[in-house]
């Protein structure tokens, strides 16, 4: 007998067909004794139709009345969800955020929790009655509706599940757990059985999917069990908890990459205070998020300045930087799409000299050009031509002893 | 410079460019200095599709998880339509029915209002920012979301006007007015100009499908002038009012007709006490709503009793009707399909003998068979074959003197 809440994303609830099999999964755990609060979101598709249907509208959508659009999507899949429970003769019944409530800060698209009330759903779940609850919304101050952003409603169960107290919180998907690589380009990738949030937080920043950071950052803020697992199979997933000793005792856990960035670099940059700030300060105005910077040792009062920047914003950033660029005199600027970064994540590089320099070597033996360098407490991320990506993947994924035994997709 | 609250139906936001029109009408009122408070359907067809969904799922959908639904629609038009009147350079905020908030009580689907906060209203209009309220739900005590029942939105619209004592509620729908009887059976039908509470009341009785009963209802108990006029011209409607001595100089103000209803007729009823309550008891009992009873004063003990019921509800009736009749002993039971009852709506009936008379004579001049018989103060009604609908409507709108003069519709 535990409580537990339960997130299925939109492809577990992508049609009546699905959300009624997902109702017969959550009634199992409940005929065994379990409380259970589910959390939804949209059926697959419905949060993209309804922006088209206020792009179609405008080009830029009220931020507050977009949000009350958007709400309605997860609103439908609760809905549905308990009248398929009560169709099976089971109690349900759904929240929407306002009805928790899950209070949150004032900013439409992209809001934080900073509270919710636990009264109403615990009443719920004393009467024997399963509690659906809507995932990506909540409730500001003024009582306007608010969304969290894409991957709220992972951040909704984790923040539930913190809130109630819950023995787990399981996060179904459409893949069966947290891998040491994407088992698309490393066919000897390996399920992980356990993961520590900072490992898990380095993993998300790399566009890894499977869970939104913000939903890890609250995981490891109040010690939520988190387990990722597949809404398909009934096979254990991926636990992503607080670290353990043990876990130190292995160098490298998993290997990411992202090729969604491209390359910025400025030369001969006179080296005076204020000039880093100058030259971010445009692209902070217009949003753009930097990712790596690294700056060399100055020699002769100028250097180079080398940061990563989205793909989709390489364009704007370019001709933002070339505006400032010739403002600070520097020499010229350079910009390269073709690349990707490659990280080690492990929280027992802490405890083990030379894990960058085995990167490195092992990058050197394939003939890989290293073209940036930045490092965390548990990661070493790489910049590398585009082109190697997968085999530096391969490669390190070996390297680092990850490899399933059997050399075959696990 | 006035406080209006306006009503849109379905169909007049159907689509995303409709959405945009009803924003430029609505803010041409807005640039006049008035402050308006616009009460939104569902876009067409939105509601049908979510009653799909839901029937999809099961047979029968849990009333409170289908309001939870069926909720949705009308959140879309008003997130939506507030988004137009933003795009358009003037301030708008949605607000649904928990928001306002629409007090009901816990009838799911066919909750009745019984409070309106205006407090949040009312701030939003201080700062000159046009209004826009999800129609057709509210919410109970409990802090769940009810819904109206269809033609819920006009009801929203009326409470609202009342609630905030506005100086007109504008239902704005596809026709340009309530006629005196429907212009596509009878050419010569006039738009009325203006037509009393009670008047409408018995027009909306009659199926005459302009004005949901409970908004006229509630349009009648606080005094609420509604005007009922088209979406698609800038032409006055219909003027729905309190009564007023003028009006009782009309003799007739409108022919209405309803072609849904089916007769059920039980002979050589034992005629003793409870017998009546014994019949009408199962059908009670399974939802059917009764209009008309008709039961001739017995001579020798025994009675026959006819009766009306939507043409939907006749099979489930007969056989109810069947197994009683054998109970109570009664000779048989016959039921008719094909019948049709015309009414004559006046206030004018109050002041002025023989208008039934009048009513019965026309019809008889046309060789039209009376089948049943009822009245009320302001209305005569009279059961025909239903083969003789559109004639009977004809000749009366003639004999009562509510011809367009110009024979042509207007």
């Given at each position: 007998?535990?409580?537990?809440?339960?997130?299925?994303?939109?492809?577990?609830?992508?049609?009546?067909?699905?959300?009624r099999?997902?109702?017969?999964?959550?009634?199992?755990?409940?005929?065994?004794?379990?409380?259970?609060?589910?959390?939804?979101?949209?059926?697959?598709g419905q949060?993209?139709?309804?922006?088209?249907?206020?792009?179609?509208?405008?080009?830029?959508?009220?931020?507050?009345?977009?949000?009350?659009?958007l709400?309605?999507?997860e609103?439908?899949?609760?809905?549905?969800?308990?009248?398929?429970?009560?169709?099976?003769?089971?109690?349900?019944?759904?929240?929407?955020?306002?009805?928790?409530?899950?209070?949150?800060?004032r900013?439409?698209g992209?809001?934080?929790?900073?509270?919710?009330?636990?009264?109403?759903?615990?009443?719920?779940?004393?009467?024997?009655?399963?509690?659906?609850?809507?995932?990506?919304?909540?409730?500001?101050?003024?009582?306007?509706?608010?969304?969290?952003?894409?991957?709220?409603?992972?951040?909704?169960?984790?923040?539930?599940?913190?809130?109630?107290?819950?023995?787990?919180?399981?996060?179904?998907?459409?893949v069966?757990?947290?891998?040491?690589?994407?088992?698309n380009?490393?066919?000897?990738?390996?399920?992980?059985?356990?993961?520590?949030?900072?490992?898990?937080?380095?993993?998300?920043?790399?566009?890894?999917?499977?869970?939104?950071?913000?939903?890890?950052?609250?995981?490891?803020?109040?010690?939520?069990?988190?387990h990722?697992?597949?809404?398909?199979?009934?096979?254990?997933?991926?636990?992503?908890?607080?670290?353990?000793?043990?876990?130190?005792?292995?160098?490298?856990?998993?290997?990411?990459?992202?090729?969604?960035?491209?390359?910025?670099?400025?030369?001969?940059?006179?080296?005076?205070?204020?000039?880093?700030?100058?030259?971010?300060?445009?692209?902070?105005?217009?949003?753009?998020?930097?990712?790596?910077?690294?700056?060399?040792?100055?020699?002769?009062?100028?250097?180079?300045?080398?940061?990563?920047?989205?793909?989709?914003?390489?364009?704007?950033?370019?001709?933002?930087?070339?505006?400032?660029?010739?403002?600070?005199?520097?020499?010229?600027?350079?910009?390269?799409?073709?690349?990707?970064?490659?990280?080690?994540i492990?929280?027992?590089?802490?405890?083990h000299?030379?894990?960058?320099?085995?990167?490195?070597?092992?990058?050197?033996?394939?003939?890989?050009?290293?073209?940036?360098?930045?490092?965390?407490?548990?990661?070493?991320?790489?910049?590398?031509?585009?082109?190697?990506?997968?085999?530096?993947?391969?490669v390190?994924?070996?390297?680092?002893?990850?490899?399933?035994?059997?050399?075959?997709?696990?």
């Amino acid at each position: 007998m535990a409580l537990i809440v339960q997130k299925y994303g939109g492809t577990s609830v992508g049609s009546i067909e699905k959300i009624r099999g997902v109702a017969k999964r959550v009634l199992e755990y409940h005929k065994q004794g379990n409380k259970m609060v589910v959390v939804l979101s949209a059926m697959a598709g419905q949060t993209d139709n309804l922006i088209r249907l206020a792009q179609e509208m405008t080009d830029e959508p009220d931020p507050r009345e977009l949000d009350v659009l958007l709400a309605t999507g997860e609103q439908v899949s609760v809905a549905l969800f308990a009248m398929a429970v009560k169709s099976m003769g089971y109690e349900a019944r759904s929240l929407l955020g306002f009805q928790v409530a899950i209070h949150t800060n004032r900013l439409f698209g992209k809001a934080r929790i900073h509270d919710i009330e636990t009264e109403r759903i615990t009443k719920e779940l004393e009467k024997e009655r399963i509690v659906t609850v809507a995932g990506f919304q909540g409730l500001d101050g003024k009582g306007d509706i608010t969304t969290l952003g894409r991957g709220g409603s992972d951040t909704t169960a984790v923040a539930l599940a913190a809130a109630l107290n819950a023995d787990v919180c399981e996060i179904f998907t459409d893949v069966n757990g947290i891998y040491t690589t994407d088992p698309n380009i490393c066919p000897r990738a390996k399920k992980m059985d356990r993961i520590s949030y900072n490992e898990m937080l380095e993993m998300a920043s790399l566009r890894a999917k499977v869970l939104e950071i913000r939903s890890v950052e609250f995981a490891k803020k109040f010690n939520v069990p988190i387990h990722v697992r597949s809404t398909f199979t009934q096979e254990r997933g991926t636990m992503v908890v607080a670290e353990t000793e043990d876990m130190e005792k292995v160098l490298v856990s998993g290997v990411a990459f992202d090729k969604n960035e491209a390359r910025i670099t400025i030369k001969k940059v006179p080296d005076r205070p204020g000039i880093a700030a100058k030259i971010f300060h445009p692209l902070f105005k217009s949003g753009i998020i930097v990712d790596m910077i690294v700056q060399n040792t100055s020699e002769d009062g100028e250097t180079d300045l080398t940061f990563t920047v989205p793909t989709s914003e390489f364009q704007k950033t370019l001709s933002l930087v070339n505006k400032v660029g010739k403002e600070i005199g520097a020499q010229k600027v350079l910009g390269d799409k073709n690349i990707a970064k490659i990280s080690i994540i492990g929280v027992g590089m802490r405890s083990h000299a030379g894990v960058a320099q085995k990167m490195f070597d092992t990058l050197a033996q394939e003939n890989i050009n290293i073209m940036m360098i930045s490092t965390s407490e548990i990661k070493v991320s790489c910049v590398i031509d585009q082109k190697y990506t997968e085999l530096a993947v391969r490669v390190l994924h070996t390297a680092f002893g990850l490899d399933n035994d059997l050399g075959e997709k696990s």
